[in-house]
């Protein structure tokens, strides 16, 4: 085991405007589960590529421990990868599978039944040693792809969207699975995907990247409370955080014709008038109509545990030809109550948002305000 460490590390590729993973600054520590998040092309595999030294580093450095991996073979980095597509070999069994690079390694056979064995029963696949990849379930395989990891017993697990290919429910318990697992072998873990929940659920600390760019790297908590910017406010949460633009006058941010009050702090770091007010679903209050903002539902949608309220209401908007000018119009708003709830589509409604709840943004440049 070891921690892992970043050190202004920078992948281009020719023929593109941007670096793919741009001065990045990120230390792992030893047997942490740290997942890296983002949408498409930002970043998150390159780097984890980096790491296990299948993409070379234009600039800057990795290290594993205290050594320096920038330059060495992926063979010699003591890294296990798991991919999403399992890369199994198809004629061999389970076992195989799972002790094959042990032999490659001319370990003797007696250890490498007793590792393999061991591998299985932490991984429940003891029934299916003798079976071929192709008799075994999607969760089957990908416990197998794990199994072929742990052996190693290697000193940093890389895992590239190992779940993408799983349906839904086995995604759920897949996940579970892999994040128990991890704590149990206590093995330094970076963890990709694109999914924020699987990142949120998994992850003792969560990096999000955009165009290249670490935004933030946080505990799910912290990233959830105190998103560092619009990017990651947006990003982190489902559904997604309402985000209200409003323009600030003597009394705070309009939205809807009620003020929000700012603090003196949050007055002076701003850069002009415009701010963008941040209320998660679950941050609103449900009034009747005519108290707070005046929302009108436009969907509902029932969950059984929660209902989720798609309302509408009339709040600033802001002109891409004049900045300073505001419009009427309507923005939508996600609301959560609680599940089974009467209220239904056409519904006036009031919004209040809770104490603690609000968020505030600079819309020049995106960064969050003091609290």
């Known amino acids: 085991m070891a921690t892992v460490t970043f050190d202004g590390a920078s992948r281009y590729y020719s023929g593109t405007e941007r670096p793919a993973v741009d001065q990045l600054d990120l230390e792992v520590a ?11 092309g930002c970043g998150k595999s390159t780097t984890l590529r980096m790491l296990a030294g299948l993409e070379g580093v234009d600039e800057g450095a990795v290290r594993i421990g205290e050594r320096d991996v920038t330059n060495l073979p992926p063979k010699d980095r003591d890294i296990a990868m798991v ?25 003797a056979k007696a250890e490498r039944a007793e590792r393999i064995q061991e591998a299985a029963k932490l991984l429940d696949l003891e029934p299916y040693l003798d079976r071929k990849p192709a008799k075994l379930s999607g969760g089957q395989r990908q416990r197998v792809a794990m199994g072929r990891a742990i052996v190693r017993r290697p000193q940093v697990f890389c895992m590239d969207e190992p779940l993408s290919n799983l349906d839904a429910k086995l995604r759920v318990q897949t996940r579970t699975q892999i994040a128990s697992l991890q704590r149990r072998l206590g093995v330094t873990t970076i963890y990709v995907t694109h999914d924020q929940v699987e990142a949120m659920t998994m992850g003792d600390r969560v990096a999000v990247l955009k165009d290249g760019l670490l935004q933030q790297c946080d505990t799910p908590i912290g990233l959830f409370g ?7 406010a947006g990003f982190i949460g489902s559904p ?3 985000l209200i633009p409003a323009t600030v006058g003597a009394e705070g941010a309009v939205i809807g014709g009620k003020p929000i009050e700012l603090t003196a702090d949050q007055r002076a770091a701003l850069s002009g008038t415009q701010v963008v007010v941040g209320v998660r679903p679950e941050g609103w209050t449900l009034k009747p109509a005519g108290e707070g903002i005046t929302a009108m ?9 929660d209902q989720f309220l798609y309302c509408s209401t009339s709040a600033p908007q802001v002109t891409a030809e004049d900045p300073t000018h505001e419009i009427e119009g309507s923005h939508t708003v ?13 519904e006036k ?15 020049e440049t995106g960064d969050r305000l003091p609290d």
Request: proline letters at 7%.
């Open 83 to 107: 991919f999403q597509n399992y890369a199994l070999y198809p004629h061999m069994t389970v076992a195989d599978n799972i002790g094959f690079h042990l032999k490659i390694k001319k370990m």
């Open 297 to 305: 539902v436009e969907v509902v949608e029932e969950l059984g545990s």
């Open 226 to 232: 105190k998103p560092k910017n619009l990017f990651v």
């Open 240 to 242: 997604a955080m309402n």
């Open 30 to 40: 030893d047997g942490e589960f740290l997942v890296l998040v983002g949408p498409s």
């Open 334 to 346: 996600t609301v959560r109550a609680p599940g089974m709830s009467a209220f239904q589509r056409g």
């Open 349 to 363: 409604v009031g919004l209040v948002p809770e104490p603690g709840a609000v968020h505030l943004f600079d819309a």
